[in-house]
T-cell receptor, first 113, second 116 residues
């Protein structure tokens, strides 16, 4: 079945560091790909999505490019801030049902000043 | 976040029955129940589209969903088990139809269930 893999469970950075969180997927066709961010005590919040090869999504300084060749949708940010500390989830939309999103295991980002 | 409201926010249960409630004020046609256990990602439990249950993951029969209208979602829980301790999130999205790409999910603030 469709799945999404995030390799980093936790990432620790200093402010102004460059961030990369890896996301790889396994699915047929062109599933929609999403990034969500979750702060403590809150529900996940949508960051952005992409649904076509080479399409770039971006929001709040974060960006990711849909790459069908490498089946990836890696999250990047050029300069992180302490306020970016949160859990980030990559999610995959089921292209067959059209209405189901499967979340990756999540990456906890901790940014220290 | 007042766009999706959930109640109660906190719930402590022994073996009693209880219902979680959710209401979305976004005019969306799809509503979801997700379960999030500690340090885990959200996992889909149920999905309604236009008040019809179209996705029912492998969920114990003690969880029964209900969608009385397109903006409301209920989750009835009976005889809870300690493994049910988690945060239950309601979410909604605007779907263009089956077979098309999914839209972004909007989540409520969650109902934290603690089973004694």
């Amino acid at each position: 079945g469709d799945s999404v893999t995030q390799t980093e469970g936790q990432v620790a950075l200093s402010e102004e560091d460059f961030l990369t969180i890896h996301c790889n997927y396994s699915a047929s066709g062109y599933p929609a790909l999403f990034w969500y961010v979750q702060y403590p005590g809150e529900g996940p919040q949508f960051l952005f999505r992409a649904s076509r090869d080479k399409e770039k999504g971006s929001s709040r300084g974060f960006e990711a490019t849909y790459d069908k060749g490498t089946t990836s949708f890696h999250l990047r940010k050029a300069s992180v801030q302490e306020s970016d500390s949160a859990v980030y989830y990559c999610a995959l939309g089921d292209a067959n049902s059209g209405t189901y999103q499967r979340f990756g295991t999540g990456t906890k980002l901790q940014v220290v000043p | 976040n007042t766009k999706i409201t959930q109640s109660p926010r906190y719930l402590i249960l022994g073996r009693a029955n209880k219902s979680l409630e959710c209401e979305q004020h976004l005019g969306h046609n799809a509503m979801y129940w997700y379960k999030q256990s500690a340090e885990k990602p959200p996992e889909l439990m149920f999905l309604y589209n236009l008040k019809q249950l179209i996705r029912n993951e492998t969920v114990p029969s003690r969880f029964i969903p209900e969608c009385p209208d397109s903006s409301k979602l209920l989750l009835h829980i009976s005889a809870v088990d300690p493994e049910d301790s988690a945060v239950y999130f309601c979410a909604s999205s605007q779907e263009r139809g089956l077979g098309e790409n999914t839209g972004q999910l909007y989540f409520g603030e969650g109902s934290k269930l603690t089973v004694l």
